[in-house]
T-cell receptor
Framework: DAGVIQSPRHEVTEMGQEVTLRCKPI?????LFWYRQTMMRGLELLIY????????DSGMPEDRFSAKMPNASFSTLKIQPSEPRDSAVYFC??????????????FGQGTRLTVV | QKEVEQNSGPLSVPEGAIASLNCTYS??????FFWYRQYSGKSPELIMF????GDKEDGRFTAQLNKASQYVSLLIRDSQPSDSATYLC????????????FGTGTRLTIIP
């Protein structure tokens, strides 16, 4: 398996523009997570899905952020409109959801977002 | 109080010595605990997990869990320069809830 695949790897956009980040989880994994990582705040969970259903979106910072998972093999995180403070590395992770909570989450390579 | 707290470091350890990384968590009901390693510019990767009180060893790595003190640690024996990275502690509150909460990480540097 190719692992969790994220695109794009790097994104530079102007303030006010819409940004869409994409994620393909590992085949067979039924839990998907979106994290944001900054130096100041570390790795923050934004939202996670189980069986394509959003379970916890309490980490989504505000209404400008939205996430979807239309099927088991694809998820998007959208920021509209983007602001400079959204600049961060965004990670997508997936895991199989079995094993009684002991399975590891596998991370994608991340998308480095810069909003200027 | 943050859900998962770590000393941000940096922590510098001579090559061959033992590196000790610490983590505390706020939810007493937390069930499973993970240590991830993240090299600069890379994504986190799992080193090991632990869910029972006591020690768990895997090669040069030992995870220690004390649920009464809400404390989990990672020991790295015979530290190597390749161990230089940021180490992230993560906590899963309960089995069946997949939410994984991370600490801010401790940056470890092994000095040759």
């Amino acid at each position: 398996d190719a692992g969790v695949i994220q695109s794009p790897r790097h994104e530079v956009t102007e303030m006010g523009q819409e940004v869409t980040l994409r994620c393909k989880p590992i085949s067979g994994h039924n839990s998907l997570f979106w994290y944001r990582q900054t130096m100041m705040r570390g790795l923050e969970l934004l939202i996670y899905f189980n069986n394509n259903v959003p379970i916890d979106d309490s980490g989504m910072p505000e209404d400008r952020f939205s996430a979807k998972m239309p099927n088991a093999s694809f998820s998007t995180l959208k920021i509209q409109p983007s602001e400079p403070r959204d600049s961060a590395v965004y990670f997508c992770a997936s895991h199989s959801g079995t094993g009684g909570g002991l399975t590891e989450a596998f991370f994608g390579q991340g998308t480095r977002l810069t909003v200027v | 109080q943050k859900e998962v707290e770590q000393n941000s470091g940096p922590l510098s350890v001579p090559e061959g010595a033992i590196a000790s990384l610490n983590c505390t968590y706020s939810d007493r009901g937390s069930q499973s605990f993970f240590w991830y390693r993240q090299y600069s510019g890379k994504s986190p990767e799992l080193i090991m997990f632990i869910y029972s009180n006591g020690d768990k060893e895997d090669g040069r790595f030992t995870a220690q869990l004390n649920k009464a003190s809400q404390y989990v640690s990672l020991l790295i024996r015979d530290s190597q320069p390749s161990d230089s990275a940021t180490y992230l502690c993560a906590v899963r509150v309960r089995f069946g809830n997949e939410k994984l909460t991370f600490g801010t990480g401790t940056r470890l540097t092994i000095i040759p």
